[in-house]
């Protein structure tokens, strides 16, 4: 009906205006409250959302730094990104190379992982061989594991074993087995010195 006099101003209604339960859900029709009608001030406390139910998101973003949780039933992590792998020897040597890289999902406390290498030149190289540059340092027990995806251009011995990460590290320990059955590191001097040598790929996972 019209007003006679003058018409009130526009007021926001306040939750001292409601009383309790006059407003319920049923009363609201989908799609008229959106996001520009809440005050980005508000807070919705958990004690107001429903324990269970299904909800649905464009994506969840988890903060830079990762903040912990102790229990083993909250997901506090995820994180998916790049690294550079790289051959590196306990006594000496150089490599440069023509493939050099990496990628991982971090999923709370497991990174998964896959990386290719290929060298085009070695200088040198002496001692046992491992892969450093692994993205996080992995946990001081039960590290993890990995497989070998790919290996060519090798010299008779290569990397022919699952192989795990080293303990409190971000670094691979590589390792091989002679002919003889005998398991042992991979060497400097397994790696081959073509222009396009030693291709090597591989996958796995570790714990931090």
């Not at 290719?116 to 340092?137: M, R």
């Amino acid at each position: 009906m019209p007003f006679i006099g003058n018409k009130p101003s526009a007021v926001p209604l306040t939750s001292a205006d409601i009383a309790d339960s006059i407003i319920t859900s049923a009363k609201i029709v989908d799609g008229t409250i959106v996001n520009a009608d809440i005050n980005a001030s508000a807070g919705l406390v958990l004690t107001k959302l429903a324990s269970t139910g299904t909800l649905t998101v464009d994506n969840i973003q988890f903060p830079a730094t990762q903040v912990a949780s102790a229990n083993a039933n909250n997901l506090d992590d995820y994180e998916e990104g790049t690294f550079t792998p790289a051959w590196a020897f306990s006594t000496s040597g150089s490599v440069a190379y023509n493939i050099q890289t990496g990628k991982y999902t971090k999923i709370g406390n497991v990174v998964y992982y896959q990386f290719e290498t290929q060298t085009s030149s070695i200088s040198s190289p002496s001692g046992n061989a491992t892969i450093t540059g692994l993205p996080f340092t992995s946990r001081s027990t039960n590290a993890g594991g990995a497989f070998i995806l790919y290996k060519r251009r090798w010299t008779t011995d290569m990397p022919n074993l699952t192989i795990n990460s080293a303990e409190s590290n971000t670094i691979l320990y590589i390792n091989k087995q002679l002919t003889t059955g005998q398991e042992t590191s991979l060497a400097g001097s397994d790696f081959s010195n073509t222009a396009s040598g030693n291709s090597f790929f591989l996958a796995g996972f570790y714990y931090v």
